[in-house]
């Protein structure tokens, strides 16, 4: 700790706070040493808390108008619920994807078509079937389920996919 004397101006170096006053070397004034002030652990740990917690709600707003964001571009989404396997009549395996349609907004909206895409193990389409969809119209917040065989062979599709029909497809 440093100090200095208020008479002369000397400085000091201490190892430790003096329990009384000091006495200049240089001069002979005599001083207190004043305490360095100590902040409160209490209002210390409250600011970091109140740190923490606008962190914590500036987070959450962000990810609510991200969601708020996405919803309004993409008021309806399909999601795949299972794939299962079925043989025809000829003997051939063929996928069946089932899932649902889920509107996610607060508005009634009208459902297009749905879209089942097969991949293979490069990520390349190997086909893309159209189907109509389950319900014409979906309430605020309701689903419709799907279900669709697919009619290409289960050979070589590593990954299956729904999307909603968009006006380019």
């Known amino acids: 700790m440093k100090t200095v004397c208020d008479f002369c101006k000397t400085e000091y170096s201490l190892d430790a706070i003096p329990t009384g006053p000091v006495k200049c070397a240089v001069?002979?004034?005599?001083?207190?040493?004043?305490r360095p002030q100590?902040?409160?652990?209490?209002?210390?740990?409250?600011?970091?808390?109140?740190a923490l917690m606008a962190a914590c709600v500036f987070a959450v707003a962000v990810m609510y108008k991200h969601r708020v964001t996405e919803i309004q571009t993409h008021p309806l989404i399909a999601e795949i619920g299972d794939i299962t396997?079925?043989?025809d009549d000829s003997g051939t395996m063929?996928?069946?994807?089932?899932?649902?349609?889920?509107?996610r907004s607060d508005q009634i909206y009208g459902v297009p078509g749905l879209v089942v895409i097969s991949y293979d193990a490069n990520g390349a389409v190997i086909d893309?079937?159209?189907?109509?969809?389950?319900?014409t119209l979906l309430d605020a917040g309701d689903?419709?389920?799907?279900?669709?065989?697919?009619?290409?062979?289960?050979?070589?599709?590593?990954?299956?996919?729904?999307?909603?029909?968009?006006?380019?497809?």
Do not use: Y
């Open 27 to 34: 001069c002979g004034h005599t001083w207190v040493v004043p």
């Open 85 to 87: 396997t079925d043989v």
């Open 143 to 169: 689903n419709a389920g799907f279900m669709h065989t697919l009619s290409v062979p289960v050979d070589n599709v590593e990954k299956i996919a729904v999307e909603l029909e968009t006006q380019g497809d």
């Open 94 to 103: 063929h996928f069946v994807v089932s899932g649902r349609v889920v509107n």
């Open 128 to 135: 893309k079937q159209r189907f109509l969809p389950p319900a």
């Open 38 to 50: 100590r902040r409160n652990s209490i209002l210390v740990f409250i600011a970091a808390l109140c």
